[in-house]
């Protein structure tokens, strides 16, 4: 598990994740709900599944584009609560 840095914008992404910890988020929610763009969100997501702390998977979309849904891993959560709640 990498080590990540968890910044302002990094707390902002985890604090949506952990509005509802065992839900699945899509980009474009974790960017509304952190009031960042994407160009911030998208590689501080990388950096999160990269560190362990989040997993990510294609949705089955059926008639419109699939989107890439991510949760926080039991790690992830548990670092974020300790560092962001």
Not at 35 to 42: D, E, S
Not at 51 to 67: K, M, Q, S, V
Request: proline share 6%; no cysteine; hydrophobic share 40%.
């Amino acid at each position: 598990m990498n080590p990540i840095r968890v910044t302002p914008v990094v707390a902002d992404v985890l604090a949506v994740f952990l509005r509802d910890p065992a839900a699945e988020r899509y980009g474009l929610d974790l960017i509304r709900g952190s009031g960042h763009a994407g160009g911030t969100v998208y590689p501080i997501l990388f950096r999160l599944r990269a560190g362990g702390w989040a997993e990510a998977r294609w949705e089955d979309a059926g008639d419109r584009p699939a989107r890439r849904r991510y949760r926080l891993t039991g790690d992830g959560i548990r670092t974020a609560v300790g560092g962001v709640a």
